[in-house]
């Protein structure tokens, strides 16, 4: 049983937000930006987009889950 390659990428996209956002929040640059209200908006925008992709999508993680994942899919299919 694998993680599918659409949990790995969502995961690390609203690692690398979440992670983007503290840093911004505590005042060290991240975005080689001078502005700090573009910075905040982009970081704002990559962290709420992160955040509803890994809230909308199932990501499963435990083998249980993704056996769980594969007995949902044969079902559908027949």
Request: proline share 3%.
């Given at each position: 049983?694998?993680?599918?390659?659409g949990?790995?990428?969502?995961?690390?996209?609203?690692?690398?937000?979440?992670?983007?956002?503290?840093?911004?929040?505590?005042?060290?640059?991240?975005?080689?930006?001078?502005?700090?209200?573009?910075?905040?908006?982009?970081?704002?925008?990559?962290?709420?987009?992160?955040?509803?992709?890994?809230?909308?999508?199932?990501?499963?993680?435990?083998?249980?889950?993704?056996?769980?994942?594969?007995?949902?899919?044969?079902?559908?299919?027949?």
């Open positions: 049983m694998n993680i599918s390659i949990t790995i990428a969502r995961t690390a996209c609203l690692a690398l937000a979440l992670t983007n956002q503290i840093l911004s929040a505590t005042g060290h640059a991240v975005l080689p930006i001078e502005d700090s209200q573009l910075e905040a908006l982009i970081t704002s925008g990559l962290t709420v987009a992160a955040s509803l992709a890994a809230w909308w999508k199932n990501n499963s993680f435990t083998p249980a889950a993704i056996r769980a994942d594969e007995s949902l899919k044969a079902a559908r299919r027949g």
